[in-house]
């Protein structure tokens, strides 16, 4: 079992009904009015896209339904893949993101425009082919242009990777947020995604200093996974300091299933792999 | 990795090796359990679930995590599995043998 942030989830959340002041006599169509077309509109894009992917979802486990890897051919995984290859160009995230780019242009200026804009991001950050990354590229220069004040940027720090991005985009997005967002939880997302670069790229410092400020400006913020953003700093700053290759393993005490208490360095002198596991 | 680990730890039960599993699944009682249930014979400390104290202190993120340490306590090497894991058990007691 792995732990993967919950992007699919998080995203839907976002995406609240936004509600909106109606004047109580026009004769004439209003701004609102419009704003409220477009907010159908996503919802019905929404909509047909989960559908869309579901559908999808569905061929994929078909393709994989009870096979079990390890007993394939080296010609039957070949074949496997391939057909898997074929199918992921049918992925639907690709066109649809295109569509709520459009969506998001046509609805500039009201609330849907955000949620459209981010819904690109999140299908062109998922998405395998190469022209999503244009896309994704807009998204982001967009979103960072006309709503740097909008909470759901928090979504950064998990949507964002500097692998995908380039290390200096990367770094460049996330200090536009951190320093210029008004909300702390995206300041904090996006500090931590900062830190996390960093350790990956053992900058052992610049993570140190990142997480340090965490700890104590954002102790009390809360993260999406729950806890804050100051436990998980903590926490990664523990491993940063604590866990690394060549270094000496910290001593912990437990207890075992048989109730005796031990150490880890209880075992000195003897090779030690220490698994953590769950039979869930 | 569980076939792997057994055959591992059956193989170095003369040698200064130790396997520590540090399970999630809950307390004593229901551990003790899938112990039996997995024929598995090594110590585990129960740390109660993924956000237990072990696991919490140590920023485990996923599962399976591995740390395999030499005989000074120094981490050598992380979430190596299967084939890799003997490999740098062995490398690990070598180091030993060669002192």
């Not at chain 1, 740097?148 to 990777?161: I, K, R, T, V």
């Not at chain 1, 931590?192 to 965490?214: N, P, Q, Y």
């Not at chain 2, 598995?40 to 956000?51: F, K, L, P, V």
């Not at chain 2, 340490?69 to 894991?85: F, H, Q, T």
């Amino acid at each position: 079992m792995n732990a993967i942030a919950p992007l699919a989830v998080a995203a839907s959340l976002l995406f609240g009904a936004v509600p909106l002041s109606r004047p109580a006599l026009q004769s004439t169509p209003t701004p609102v009015a419009s704003a409220d077309v477009f907010a159908e509109r996503f919802e019905a894009l929404e909509s047909r896209f989960e559908t869309a992917q579901r559908e999808f979802h569905g061929k994929l486990r078909a393709l994989f339904e009870g096979v079990e890897w390890n007993e394939l051919s080296d010609a039957e995984k070949a074949e496997l893949e391939k057909r898997s290859d074929e199918l992921y160009k049918s992925d639907p995230g690709g066109a649809f993101a295109l569509e709520f780019k459009t969506l998001a242009v046509e609805a500039r200026g009201t609330a849907t425009a955000l949620k459209s804009w981010m819904k690109t991001l999140e299908l062109a950050s998922n998405g395998r082919a190469a022209n999503l990354r244009a896309l994704r590229d807009e998204a982001i220069a967009v979103l960072l242009a006309q709503h740097l004040d909008a909470p759901e940027l928090e979504e950064f720090g998990n949507m964002l990777g500097a692998q995908a991005l380039g290390a200096e985009r990367f770094v460049e997005v996330m200090t536009q947020l951190r320093e210029k967002s008004p909300h702390a939880r995206v300041q904090a997302s996006a500090s931590f995604a900062l830190a996390r670069h960093f350790l990956e790229i053992g900058d052992a410092a610049k993570a140190g200093t990142l997480l340090r400020e965490l700890i104590t400006k954002h102790a009390a913020t809360p993260a999406d996974w729950g806890g804050t953003y100051g436990k998980l700093a903590e926490r990664a700053l523990f491993e940063a300091e604590h866990l690394q290759i060549g270094m000496l393993a910290p001593d912990f005490e437990a207890l075992d299933e048989t109730g005796a208490k031990f150490k880890v360095s209880d075992y000195r002198g003897k090779v030690v792999v220490l698994d953590f596991w769950g039979y869930w | 990795m569980l076939p792997h680990e057994k055959a591992l730890v059956e193989r170095l039960k003369d040698k200064p090796f130790a396997l520590i599993g540090i399970n999630s699944d809950g307390d004593a009682a229901a551990v003790k359990k899938i112990l039996a249930d997995q024929g598995i014979t090594w110590r585990n400390a129960i740390d109660g679930s993924t956000e237990g104290p072990w696991a919490s202190q140590w920023n485990v993120q996923g599962w399976p995590t591995i740390y395999v340490l030499d005989a000074k306590g120094v981490i050598r090497y992380r979430d190596v599995r299967d084939e890799e894991m003997e490999q740098a058990v062995l490398t690990l007691l070598g180091e030993i043998d060669a002192k």
